[in-house]
């Protein structure tokens, strides 16, 4: 069974920084595409960003680009995701996800989750 794992969200003025982290467990971490997802209050969840198994070619939302870099650290289990000069339209519960087929390049579907860690950007 896939368990991912946030850390890091919390309370950040606005043009601060913030990384969070997700620890995968349950299966070979390195075979597959990690993404991050947010979901502000009253609105859907949308996508953040992307990376491909291979860690190559990071894919983000418009929103985010210039100000939000995602990696993995493949020895570690991790997918991170930087975020800089963050706004207080970023505020949302962000959440890591997985693809459930291996070697994908980011851009399918994922069907793993992990419960989520708040981000509040204050003005």
């Known amino acids: 069974q896939v368990q991912l794992v946030e850390s890091g969200g919390g309370l950040v003025q606005a043009g601060g920084s913030l990384r969070l982290s997700c620890v995968s467990s349950g299966r070979t971490f390195s075979r597959y595409a990690m993404g991050w997802f947010r979901q502000a209050p009253g609105k859907e969840r949308e996508f953040v960003a992307s990376?491909?198994?291979?860690?190559?070619?990071?894919y983000y939302a418009d929103s985010v680009k210039g100000r939000f870099t995602i990696s993995r650290d493949n020895a570690k289990n991790t997918v991170y995701l930087q975020m800089n000069n963050l706004k207080r339209e970023d505020t949302a519960i962000y959440y890591c996800?997985?693809?459930?087929?291996?070697?994908?390049?980011?851009?399918?579907?994922?069907?793993?989750w992990g419960q989520g860690t708040q981000v509040t950007v204050s003005s």
């Open positions: 996800a997985a693809e459930g087929s291996g070697y994908g390049s980011g851009r399918g579907t994922f069907d793993y």
């Open positions: 990376i491909p198994w291979s860690g190559g070619s990071p």
